[in-house]
């Protein structure tokens, strides 16, 4: 078995002759000499894993993508034949059905073992809010492992499944993996069914994954993603995957000075420094930005209606049985009494206020980087304090859901004293892939091992840099460019970036009359008697590709190019009769250039403004 069971070192393995049955019972020895009894909740028989691997025929991972992994879930979803607890007994009952997302995993070859332990109805952030021994931290047992999906972040980190499955509704799925050294990511609201997950927030829920890579995590996701009809949350979104490279107009921001907060820890604070400075090498200078509307919007999971929420999850139970709750996650959505039907529109009018003014942020940016928590925080402090740390450790993670975006929890360069320092990407619904491809190069370059291993970060893997059978590329060279306003036109579509190049010398680019902003036009002329021009090429379905062009405004129309390294993708072109009074910014390169130029006032290039007489 390899060192850390990483899906693509299994199949590797497989692939030379190891059969799954050794992997399994590595798995159980490991999991033996570790010796934690708060990991797991239920464990399959180490037999009934075995069989289920014997049933899987010749290994394929053509048809079956998670062939022989080794996987657990968290004991709020849904085993056909296995007890659902959520860490209450009182509660606990046998599931009839196999939630669909699971089915899906298994019908892909994965192999569960087992059902990993959560702070109570998936209440809490920290992990100890269980009436079963607590899972211990796989870095440090003096900390807390995080919750609510802390058996299955503890699990990942000590390598005992290659992936596991959590949920978030305030970062359940992020909080835990970054404490423990592993990846955690939470997709984008309804692109996972989530029927058979016990709700904590019906409207919020996700089912998250915990790997050791970002490239597991997001196989694992795509695996599991799909509309279903049957949950009325599902949405059928277009999540493409990740890009082969980061867009090379990629804007980053960075919590500004007033909105970064360490709890007054100066090593937590020194080792987001030092995860910024990787993040400039990547992609260049980050943005600093108020996240004021963010901390508004977290407020409001707790101190506002959505904790009724919660309690409707429940209400059976805490309305005839309150005693059987742990104290804490009783007292925490207990509160839900004291919120009227009324306090309930009001805390919705404030969300949709609160979702209006984030808008502006990411008008500005296209990711978002904080910390996973402001630092960590140790069992004692907890035992000290069950409420106050457990806030602390959301500050970064509780108003992700509530504004429908998706996130990705790294791990980040370690503090000093070894401890662990996660960062999180966080971009709108759908883009799900360009935080896997930026959060792969991040854990890459943080130099740390795998989870509590100490197995290597594999390299990024580089995907194609054209389109799928099922994609059509597009080149753009003006404002659909990546950073630039446009944009967003093409990512809302579930546009991928694919490869940035340039035209043949074949085409002569002006700024045509109009807006503001002006548009660039691109014209075909005679062979050598244009420049080269800078280009991006994207990704889209032929449904996208039709809703974009559909749009694409007159005197613009859409044709295909020839571009520099061979390739003919589709792409913007304009009529000679549609330049009228334009001018010609063929010396600029590139309308990224041109508009830099503009900006900074400065001159034209050579021969730039001169109308071109070879149109061909």
């Known amino acids: 078995m390899p060192p850390f069971p990483t899906i693509s070192a299994l199949h590797a393995a497989y692939a030379a002759g190891l059969h799954p049955r050794a992997v399994l019972a590595e798995t159980y020895r490991r999991l033996a000499e570790i010796d934690d009894p708060g990991i797991f909740l239920t464990l399959l028989p180490e037999a009934d894993a075995v069989a289920a691997a014997e049933a899987l025929g010749a290994f394929d991972p053509e048809a079956q993508p998670l062939w022989g992994v080794p996987f657990a879930v968290k004991d709020n979803l849904d085993v056909a034949g296995l007890a659902t607890t959520a860490a209450c007994p009182d509660f606990a009952h046998t599931a009839a059905e196999t939630a669909p997302a699971i089915v899906r995993l ?47 972040a503890v699990a990942v980190a000590h390598g005992l499944v290659a992936f596991a499955l959590g949920t978030d509704t305030a970062g359940s799925g992020r909080v835990p993996a970054g404490l423990n050294n592993v990846v955690g990511l939470k997709p984008s609201l309804g692109s996972v069914s989530s029927r058979g997950l016990l709700p904590a927030c019906r409207t919020l829920d996700t089912i998250s994954v915990f790997a050791g890579t970002v490239a597991d995590a997001d196989r694992v996701f795509r695996v599991m993603a799909g509309f279903d009809a049957a949950d009325p949350y599902s949405r059928d979104l277009p999540v493409p995957p990740p890009p082969p490279g980061l867009p090379p107009g990629l804007r980053v921001g960075v919590p500004d000075d007033a909105s970064l907060r360490f709890g007054g820890d100066p090593l937590s604070a020194a080792a987001f420094a030092a995860g910024m400075d990787d993040l400039a090498s990547l992609a260049g200078p980050a943005e600093a930005v108020d996240l004021a509307p963010m901390f508004a919007t977290a407020a409001l999971l707790y101190d506002g209606p959505w904790v009724a929420e919660r309690y409707q999850a429940i209400r059976a139970l805490i309305e005839t049985r309150p005693e059987a709750l742990h104290p804490t996650t009783r007292a925490v959505i207990g509160r839900a009494t004291g919120f009227s039907a009324a306090d309930a529109f009001a805390g919705l009018y404030r969300l949709a206020e609160l979702r209006r003014a984030a808008e502006a942020l990411w008008a500005q940016i296209d990711v978002l980087m904080v910390p996973t928590f402001p630092r960590p925080i140790t069992c004692a402090a907890l035992e000290a304090d069950p409420i106050g740390p457990n806030s602390e450790l959301g500050t970064y993670t509780n108003f992700v859901n509530l504004l429908d975006l998706c996130a990705l929890a790294v791990p980040g360069r370690f503090r000093t004293d070894g401890l662990p320092a996660g960062l999180t990407l966080i971009a709108p619904r759908g883009r799900d892939g360009l935080l896997a491809a930026l959060g792969a190069r991040l854990h890459a370059a943080a130099g740390i091992p795998l989870g509590a291993s100490g197995a290597s970060v594999p390299a990024p893997p580089a995907g194609p840099a054209s389109a799928g059978p099922d994609e059509i590329e597009l080149a753009v060279i003006g404002a659909h460019l990546s950073g630039l306003p446009l944009n967003r036109e093409l990512t809302g579509l579930g546009a991928r970036f694919l490869r940035a190049g340039e035209t043949r010398s074949d085409y002569r680019l002006y700024a045509l009359p109009g807006g503001p902003p002006r548009r660039p036009g691109l014209l075909r002329v005679a062979a050598g008697a244009g420049a080269a021009i800078a280009a991006e090429v994207w990704a889209l379905s032929p449904a996208a590709f039709g809703r974009f062009v559909a749009a694409i405004p007159a005197p613009l129309g859409i044709g295909t190019l020839h571009l520099a390294d061979g390739t003919r993708p589709k792409g913007f072109l304009v009529e000679s009769e549609g330049i009228g009074a334009g001018t010609d910014i063929t010396g600029y390169g590139g309308w990224r250039r041109y508009l830099a130029a503009q900006s900074e006032g400065a001159p034209p290039p050579e021969a730039a403004g001169q109308r071109s007489r070879h149109v061909a």
């Open 106 to 152: 298994l019908a892909a070859g994965a192999i569960l073992i087992g059902k990993t332990n959560l702070d109570q109805f998936a209440t809490g952030l920290v992990g100890l809010r269980t009436p079963h021994p607590a899972p211990r931290n796989a870095l440090n047992p003096g900390l807390v492992p995080g919750g609510s999906s802390s058996g299955s």
